[in-house]
């Protein structure tokens, strides 16, 4: 079991082997034989740092972009 609790694979008795909770069908069903296994969770959320990451990547190639348009406009003229 993870931090909160919750399984991340689940045995298949039909297949005998683990099944990840993220392949499961939206139904919960094993990806092999289709024999329902668990309420598969919804979509995850991603990492809050994740998104941190992606705000200053947006930030940074703004930047970048700004200075590549100064830089085109002092070679012009």
């Known amino acids: 079991m993870d931090s ?3 399984q991340k694979v689940i045995w ?3 297949c005998d082997r683990d099944v990840d909770i993220g392949l499961l069908s ?3 069903l094993c990806p092999g034989c289709d024999t329902w296994l668990a309420d598969s969770r919804d979509g995850g959320s991603v990492p809050w740092h994740f998104w ?3 705000v200053a990547a947006v930030i940074y190639l703004g930047w970048r ?6 830089w085109v406009g002092q070679q012009l003229f």
Do not use: R
């Not at 972009?65 to 100064?70: D, E, P, S, T």
């Open 12 to 14: 298949c008795d039909n």
């Open 26 to 28: 939206p139904d919960g």
């Open 52 to 54: 941190v990451v992606v």
């Open 4 to 6: 909160i609790g919750a």
């Open 65 to 70: 972009a700004a200075q590549g348009v100064l």
